[in-house]
């Protein structure tokens, strides 16, 4: 097989896109879909600081690789989830990849707020993947307005984006319909501009990029994540994607071009500011919280029984 | 587990609809759905005479048994495809159906007009489905339209129109998404209304259905639909119902009242008249008598070389 680009050796096949390419090049092609995705898409532009969320999986390690590659300004904004090993092995390996490049990094450890995702889920009894949301959005909301960013970019990748597109559609959710796309735009002086740059390019596109570039990423998935429907969804996906390939792709763009503009009316006007944190919210209070005074109540709560029982 | 209507011994489950039957409550909720579904969607009344296109599988016939249960007025309507063994048994098995019961049947013999599937299939070399589908519906809507009947009924279950939707979701195929309803109005003085009463039905609970009921229909699939893509969508939409009973049911009914909508304005204005057989038509010619010019260029192409061959 040969390279599309430079009729080399191939050495990676890509099926959606029935091409092959050598490392070099499927390294430059990789590169310039996300190029081109930030500017068709309007995410920013080099004169903008991006802050970008790096988990230490393999898309986020990738995104940040491919930015800096390709000359934007950047600092990683690194969560330590508190989820045991899954957690440690994750911060370990984002902070040995921003000392490696000499990259700026911002690390919050919510064990040290008390708000580790564990403990959270025991106080609240929320699903695990919805409260470490709510946590997860808010302190990269919160992060990027203290740091003075305004546009924060995620590692959403093709996978991700179709399998919530799926879930979305197989529930008709207009209203999260007519918010999924790319760029969401700012909306409140504390909410960043959120920026997916990876949104085209496949879960396998994005380990082939990490793996031939030598990025060292975490490859467990977040024990929490077994199970979760988000995987159904994929693995639903993929079984589509292996008979007729390209199904992924075509039922995101077509979606962006055709679908999500039916449910555009469906967006919500500008939110107004928690009356606890000051952050963005649709409500009195946001999400997160909300969820803080659930900790407080189960912690109060629990406290009533144990001294009844010593009474 | 007990019967959730009568409290006697139940036989059949139901999990998407977290209910379990005994036989005779099970035909009881059964025909009750189809009454519902017929009343709630004002597909007809006792009123009108009712053509049933009858395939001798299992959804035709739970449905023709189900509307005679009902007291509905009703005539079968059977296309003999010659595809084979597969219609032969197909044929023998609808007629002996009609017999039983003593109801009306018209049948029609493709073969007679030269039309058998495999011999259209051969001359324009169309897909198989593609052909059959293009002549099963003028073949519908010219006997409803030649016998006088303003209504036809077919076997279209949940699982088909689920996989449907999602082909045409897939795709953002916004027509097809605009069409997609359990009834179809006539717009054409020789277009019958077409009505899907099955439509909230599972393959699962027809297959039950004609069981309880006795009723001998063709188990094969039709050879052509081997590897169909419709196919494929089923396999996934069961796979996620396997885990989360009620997918398919939620996915069909919120697309109806929240999804279809927002393409209705793709509907099509009413057809013309075909130029050659008077049948509707979005062109010059309908669909089928362009296929019948497709099955004639291709037989004349074919005796040009022979001819020539010959000189």
Known sequence: MKCKRCRGNAEIQVRHHNAAYCRDCFIFCFQRQVERAIDKEHMFSRDDEVLVAVSGGKDSLALWDALVALGYRTTGL??????????????????????????????????????????????????????????????????????????????????????????????????????????????????????????????????????????????DECPNSEGATQLLYKDALNRLEAVMPGTKLTFLQDFLRLGRPRFATEIDGPPGSCGRCGMPAYAAVCGFCALLGDTDTRRSQRVIPASNDAS
């Open 78 to 219: 690194h969560l330590a989830l508190g989820i045991g090993a899954y957690s440690a092995s994750s911060t370990q390996k984002t902070e040995a990849f921003a000392r490696l490049g000499g990259l700026q990094l911002i690390t919050a450890r919510l064990e040290e707020d008390g708000l580790a995702v564990p403990t959270v889920v025991a106080r609240t009894r929320r699903p695990a993947c919805a409260a470490c949301g709510t946590i997860k959005r808010h302190y990269f909301d919160r992060l990027a307005f203290e740091h003075g960013f305004a546009v924060l970019a995620t590692g959403h990748n093709l996978d991700d984006e179709a399998a919530r597109l799926l879930g979305n559609v197989l529930r008709w959710q207009t209203h999260h319909l007519g918010k999924q796309q790319p760029v969401l735009g700012s909306t409140h002086e504390r909410f960043a501009r959120k920026v997916k740059p990876l949104f085209r390019l496949s879960e396998y596109e994005t380990a082939v990029y990490a793996f031939v570039r030598g990025i060292d990423y975490v490859i």
